[in-house]
Every structure is written in structure tokens, then in C-alpha cells.
């Protein structure tokens, strides 16, 4: 696939390969809030595939990372335009896989239910109920002022927040998506709780697997990477064989 990838926008995309074996396929990771494509889960996770044998590519959503774009301009819609941008780039006889983190997640669910362009969904901590995720965590900032997590390189946008309540939830996405859907969620998470993986799994009506990993965190820990690295090999195997 192309290494120089714009979105619609113009802005270049930070992305990174990993070699596999099975030529027939590609899987895509994207990330979460303020992340990017070397956080240590993608890094884990994508290392970890292509030994497998799963050619795999991280990528930073743009104003992410060494991305192009501002921080401020990230929202929802904005990163499903950034992962559409990328699919384009992939060979129409390669199948496509997609793993999100996070709000990388629900990128995910609203991407596959748009139609058949990602052929097997994986979501690890998916955020689901958007509008309740960005009132819960940052309802007490004021947009456009103030940051995320007290974190001055993130600063919170009235776009992001107006871009969470207008979708809402996932929901009625996950009720469209056809393509099978490995759900993974840690009990521990207290950024997006487990509930959001619990609602949209009963909200899917296609081919799916819910896996708790017991006291992992929102961003799990090394000692769980082996096990999401198998549980997503193993799904991936059963999709395509």
C-alpha cells in the first residue's frame, strides 16, 4: 500500500507497516483519544500479528501524532474520513481488517456500517455511547479553553465535544454491521466502561465474540497483550480463513 496517504483535507497521514504472510490481507489499527499509532498497545498488537503472519499498519489520525493537521480539528467524523483515506489505498484483492481502540473504535462501527470495504471488525474498548463519554470525562471543562485529562497539548475543542453529542451512540450503527465482530473490554477500564462493549454487542446482529480480560485497564498492560494478540488471530483465522 501507498506509505504517502492524505485525507480529504490534504493533510498527510503518519503511518507505519508491518510484513506478514498472508498476502491476501491487510489489517488496520487506529487509536483512541489523544493517542497515536506507537502507543504501546498498536505497537504490541501490530508486532505481534505480523509474526502471525498478519501484514498490519498503525496509523495516526490526523492532528495525531506526526500526522498532519491540529489536534483540535480531530473528531469523530473527521477520523472516519482518515480511515476511509487509508482503505482506498489498499489493493482491491486484498480483504480488510480493522481494529480500533477507544474512539478508534467507534471510528470502526460507523466506518463497516457505511458497508463491506472492512470485511472483519475488532473493537478493544470501544467507545460507544459517545454523547455520555465526552459530558462523563470532560463535563466540566469549557471547550475551546480548557484540555483533556490536564493534558496541555490536548486542548478540548468545541468541535470534538459538538461532534460526540451529534452522534450520540453507536448504537444504531452496531444494528447495521454485517461483518463478523470481535468485541475485547477490560473489567478494570475506567475511561470507557464495559458497559459500553455490553450494549452494543446485544446490539449487533451479525457474527460476534465479547472477551472480558479480567482487571485490565482502559489501555490493557503487557501482561494481556498475549492474550488480545491470540484471541485476535484466532478471529481473524476463523473470518478468512
Not at 498527510?12 to 493517542?35: K, N, R
Not at 480548557?146 to 475543542?157: A, F, H, R, T
Request: charged share 25%.
Amino acid at each position: 500500500m501507498n506509505s504517502h496517504i492524505s485525507n480529504s483535507s490534504g493533510e498527510q497521514l503518519d503511518v507505519a507497516f508491518h510484513g506478514g504472510t498472508h498476502q491476501g490481507v491487510l489489517v488496520v489499527l487506529g487509536h483512541g483519544v489523544t493517542g497515536n499509532k506507537d502507543r504501546p498497545l498498536l505497537k504490541a498488537l501490530a508486532d505481534g500479528l505480523a509474526l502471525k503472519g498478519w501484514p498490519c499498519v498503525r496509523v495516526s489520525f490526523s492532528g495525531n501524532g506526526r500526522s498532519e493537521g491540529r489536534f483540535e480539528d480531530s473528531t469523530i467524523t473527521k477520523e472516519i474520513d482518515d480511515l476511509k483515506a487509508v482503505l482506498k489505498t489498499v489493493p482491491p484483492e486484498k480483504r480488510i481488517a480493522y481494529i480500533g481502540h477507544s474512539m478508534g473504535g467507534a471510528v470502526g462501527v460507523l466506518t463497516a456500517a457505511q458497508g463491506m470495504c472492512i470485511q472483519s471488525l475488532v473493537s478493544l474498548a470501544g467507545m460507544t455511547h459517545t454523547a455520555k463519554f465526552v459530558e462523563r470525562e470532560f463535563g466540566d471543562v469549557i471547550p475551546d479553553k480548557g484540555v483533556m485529562w490536564e493534558d496541555e497539548n490536548c486542548p478540548l475543542s468545541s468541535k470534538f465535544v459538538d461532534d460526540l453529542k451529534d452522534i450520540g451512540s453507536v448504537l444504531p450503527a452496531a444494528g447495521r454491521i454485517l461483518q463478523p465482530w470481535l468485541l475485547i473490554h477490560g473489567t478494570a477500564d475506567d475511561v470507557v466502561p464495559i458497559e459500553d462493549s455490553e450494549d452494543v454487542f446485544a446490539a449487533a446482529k451479525c457474527e460476534k465474540k465479547f472477551l472480558k480480560i479480567p482487571d485490565a485497564g482502559h489501555s490493557f498492560d503487557e501482561e494481556s497483550y498475549p492474550q488480545i494478540i491470540e484471541a485476535i488471530d484466532g478471529w481473524l483465522r476463523k473470518s478468512f480463513g
